[in-house]
């Protein structure tokens, strides 16, 4: 009796072993996934999805057979702000707000910052002698460089041409228009920060459901008063605010953006208790599939697509997780991409056809990129960890062996980072 009582004891066990699922928690321990190769490939749509509207006009791939939705550099923007809110709210869960703020500045703003400078006096000079305007003038302009670093140094991006350069480009006079989606992404992290220092992330995680929840209705009632099962990604709200630091933030773009990114946080803040398999990838890939072409992408293709792609970037094989783990180019592709494309523009390079001209922006956006990691992001990231003399982590110190456990981050130093916006 006591063999058939351990023997069924023991197939219970094996049993409820079988039906337990996996969760996101199991599948997701640090630095095995395919976030940065994510990431990267998101940035080199960004470009490709601007080198046909910069160069040749009209809209990004895919636009009409997503139904006018979105085309595929918005999708690239959603894909930044579903990761970077798994990613972010890992890191402002793990730390200090103190330390939170600072490693986001690091993250975001000395790339920024240099692209500026860069922008101002090397492409301008070099486009201002291309169009023969002299040096003298150039600088002197009312929107010189000068201007150009002043109205830009914060994230409103005030002021996008430079001595009015550009004016035969196809989109005249905006040397980096790429820069929009800083602000709404620095706008989610405050957030993060405040639900985090609030002690909603961990205390009362509910209350973030309940949070996008309501957005989510928003949403739907935006799309029902739209008339149309496929109403525009960016659809209009009315609904602006001029911010300090930030600029010029509208809730056309902070909407859905922002629940694409609480939808990531909500599945960093439940992942003990979010599924992962490939069930439920496959079933959002069809989802998503179904949003895209018959329409609702903003009501129920969102989730779908936050869904996937943290499924892939769990799910991605070893080899490939490589990529992007060591070096992440993905921030400087994507601010820097816009400002190769215009500048290969004004030199002509459309006359090369689509394909060659895209390559050519990739690679001289690359290049750029490149640089920006090695010489400004790679060396700013290392003064993160020059911690204020009273900050403390909240989950006590780094482990030496798994410095990610206390600093948020995932397979590199850069792997919570974000923008790259799309830009962004």
Known sequence: MLLDAASTGGRSYARSQRIRYQTLADVWSGRQNGFGLIRLLLSIAVIVAHARV???????????????????????????????????????????????????????????WCCLAVTAFIVGPAVALHEGMPL????????????????????????GGLSGLLAHNPLAGNFNGALWSLPLEVTCYLAAAVLATLGVLRQTRSL???????????????????????????????????????????MNQLLPLMFTFGLGAAAEVYRDRLPMNRVLGLASALVLALALTVGGLTTYGLPAFVYFIIWVGVYTPRPLTRIGSGADFSYGLYIYGFVAEQTLIAFGATRWGLTTFTLASLLLAMAAAVCSWYLVEKPAMKLKHRRPRRARLRNGPVDPQHPSAGDGQVGSPTQDGALRR???
């Open 136 to 159: 003298r003038a150039y600088f002197n302009h009312p929107e010189g460089p000068w201007q150009y670093l002043a109205a830009n140094w914060t994230l409103g991006a005030a002021q």
């Open 54 to 112: 910069l160069g040749f006009g009209g809209h990004g791939p895919f636009y009409y057979t997503w139904r006018k939705q979105t085309e595929i550099g918005g999708f690239a923007v959603l894909g930044f702000f579903a990761l970077s809110g798994m990613l972010i709210t890992r890191s402002a869960n793990r730390i200090t707000t103190r330390q939170f703020a600072w490693h986001r500045f690091l993250r975001i703003m000395p790339g920024l």
């Open 208 to 250: 973030l459901l309940l949070m996008l929840l309501g957005a989510w209705l928003y949403l739907v009632n935006m799309a029902a008063n739209a008339g149309t099962l496929h109403p525009d990604l960016y659809s209009h709200t009315g609904i602006a605010w001029n911010l300090p630091f930030l600029g010029y933030i509208s």
């Open 422 to 424: 799309a830009g962004r």
